[in-house]
DNA sequence: ACTTAGTATCGGTAAAAGCGATATGTTTGG
DNA sequence: CCAAACATATCGCTTTTACCGATACTAAGT
């Protein structure tokens, strides 16, 4: 009754738009997905496909079952991935990986303490982007990110909030806009605005590009320099602009308008093969407390 | 691979304590569920129970896998409640059920509006405790909750957090609290507290019990009125309160600890079966912005 | 009309779930 | 200390389910 080979079957189904494709997915035979989905007809009592066109259209009772299949789905998924951390194996050295905006010394005051709990763990940090994070941690290597929010988490990866990070707008001293308080987003469109773009080409989705004139650079602190230089305005988090601001190098743009100064969430994340094991649960405990 | 009957076997033998307990709940023979046992110890490449005893007790690795295998049955029964949905009969009546401390004119706002987009359905409002209406939604029947936000809601029910009342203290005019202004929970120890308590002879989780002197009744306006004769002081909702103390009858005591002045959380309830309705969605949606 | 890609159904095989009987191990209590 | 009571593990056997491959049929495009 209502089996995961089924539910199975029903999603590639929907997936892939025909019974064929979901078996050749599946590698199982067409018959046996055709047989699968009639079964949970049966079990719901309700027909799930229109079949009378050549190919199967989802009725209504089937896009209501769908989403409750892949919750169920998702959850064997998880299932099964924490079952690989069921042998305790802590691993002998992990990796934290930082988005480049995320203030690295607030996360390096956990070192200390994760060190006195695991002395025997070499810990190892890098920095990248948020995608390129969430890229590293397909792998399932032990790897924990702490990036920005971004809205399309995959679903083998768990995630929590640890806080927030500030960001403003920032230009340099010399730049005409230095002077003026802005009444409106217009008057950024004027001029060129100095944006993030991860290694690879993928644009993050918390970035958001307000002028037609952009100017890339792929981490925080290039945008600060070429802020700094006078080639346009950009977002910078707080602790970033802080030293050139005190310096007189740099302005903070004071914002009439509400949206633009705005707290960007940090998450942190990590597989769900490794999210159950002992060291990567104190980690977690550790992060939540940092920002 | 990790079949929902597996895991099934697990938890029954967890929560039972035995394999054949587990096979008694289950209605099965024992050594199904022993079967079971050890598949599902293969597929996790670990060891679920330790059985040197008489009785198996879980291991390290069990006690892990225990909340995965509950998710994922959670979610299993949540479908299977959800599919009695699918065939879309519109019930011809739905009630509303309302914790006694609910303020009855914000949920009554919304009635024209449901009836405009669902003129055929008959609507009944009934006012319940908490618990009670708990109670009654174990039936599954048409019925749609609002209460006070209790800890222990039954996995069977969705329900989400709408928004708050708000809670003070309250006593007669004439009563000799009236006067003072309390700068400790200490001084309303020395007087009685009036109560609520629900029919059924449990107490609401989010209730508490501050003097020892209490004097219980089985809902609001008999508080009400018990507070009023001066019986004693009491948590009221504001809008209980408000007239007796627009008529100077009764006194909100001011407070200078700050716990006693709270917003209780109020929650909509539905039965997973009912919950993916569209009649139970549009009614959730309406009373999300009541309060 | 003919090809292509898809679905439904049938018969047969292999795997899995189920049952009941039995051997064995662990507690409890006389 | 032994016996009764209760558990678990394993075996042979039956039933159910999953799967495959072959075949007949249907929709859509050329």
């Not at 890098?126 to 971004?150: C, N, Q, R, Y």
């Not at 050139?244 to 949206?259: D, I, N, R, S, W």
């Amino acid at each position: 009754m209502f089996g995961i080979e089924q539910l199975q079957a029903f999603v590639a189904t929907v997936e892939t738009g025909s019974f064929s494709a979901a078996a050749r997915r599946l590698g199982k035979v067409q018959s046996v997905v055709s047989q699968h989905i009639m079964n949970l007809e049966i079990d719901c009592n309700a027909t799930l496909f229109e079949r009378s066109g050549r190919y199967p259209t989802l009725t209504n009772a089937g896009s209501r079952l769908l989403p409750h299949a892949h919750a169920l789905l998702n959850q064997h998924q998880r299932l099964k991935n924490s079952v690989q951390a069921l042998s305790d194996i802590t691993p002998s050295e992990i990796t934290i990986a930082l988005d480049e905006g995320i203030p690295f010394k607030a996360v390096s005051s956990i070192i200390g303490e994760l060190q006195q709990i695991y002395p025997q763990v070499t810990l190892e940090f890098l920095s990248a982007s948020s995608l390129d994070i969430i890229d590293l941690l397909k792998k399932a290597l032990p790897l924990t990110g702490v990036i920005f929010s971004e809205l399309n988490i995959p679903t083998y990866l768990d995630y929590e909030c640890i806080g927030t990070v500030c960001f403003d707008l920032y230009v340099a001293k010399s730049h005409s806009l230095s002077g003026q308080t802005s009444k409106s987003i217009d008057s950024l469109r004027l001029h060129r605005q100095l944006l993030i773009r991860s290694k690879n080409t993928q644009t993050s989705s918390f970035q958001l590009k307000i002028s037609p004139d952009i100017l890339y650079a792929d981490n925080y602190f290039l945008l600060l320099e070429l802020t700094l230089q006078g080639h346009g305005w950009s977002f910078l988090p707080a602790h970033v602009a802080h030293e050139a601001v005190q310096a007189g190098e740099l302005v903070k743009l004071p914002m009439e308008f509400e949206k633009m100064h705005w707290q960007a969430n940090v998450d942190v994340l990590q597989h769900q093969k490794n999210s159950d094991l002992p060291i990567f649960k104190t980690l977690r405990q550790l992060l939540r407390n940092i920002l």
